[in-house]
């Protein structure tokens, strides 16, 4: 049986995301965490996902539990979605002064480079 591109797309797109959630969570219930993705994929799928992380190295299972003990992410400075990235400092601080005065936000922390050169923003909004 040959697949197509669409269709192996949507296989590592599930793979990541099971992959990425027991990351996050650091162990969860293998039970649990299927009851969530039973809406997207079924039990054969769901189990060749988590025998392929497993047989990767980057999950465990002890007593139902799946536990993360792949690669840890970079620790991020930013909440998701609250980051904003800019090629040079000037820019970052222009932006920066724009935000301080909409006075839209909780707290502003930056500007910050990486290691590719992008500075980046992180912005903690007030809650309307």
Do not use: C
Not at 48 to 63: C, W
């Amino acid at each position: 049986m040959s697949l197509t591109k669409e269709q192996i797309k949507a296989a590592l797109e599930v793979l990541r995301t099971v992959a990425d959630t027991i990351r996050e969570l650091g162990s969860v219930p293998n039970g649990e965490l299927y009851t969530q993705m039973m809406p997207f994929i079924d039990l054969a799928t769901y189990n060749k996902v988590i025998e392929t992380l497993k047989g990767a190295g980057l999950v465990k299972e002890e007593l139902h539990i799946l536990k993360w003990v792949g690669p840890q992410p970079e620790k991020q400075v930013a909440t998701p979605g609250n980051d904003q990235s800019f090629r040079t400092r000037e820019d970052a601080e222009f932006w920066i002064k724009q935000e301080r005065r909409t006075g839209n936000f909780r707290s502003i922390v930056g500007p910050v480079v990486d290691k590719d050169g992008w500075w980046h923003v992180a912005v903690e909004r007030r809650v309307a």
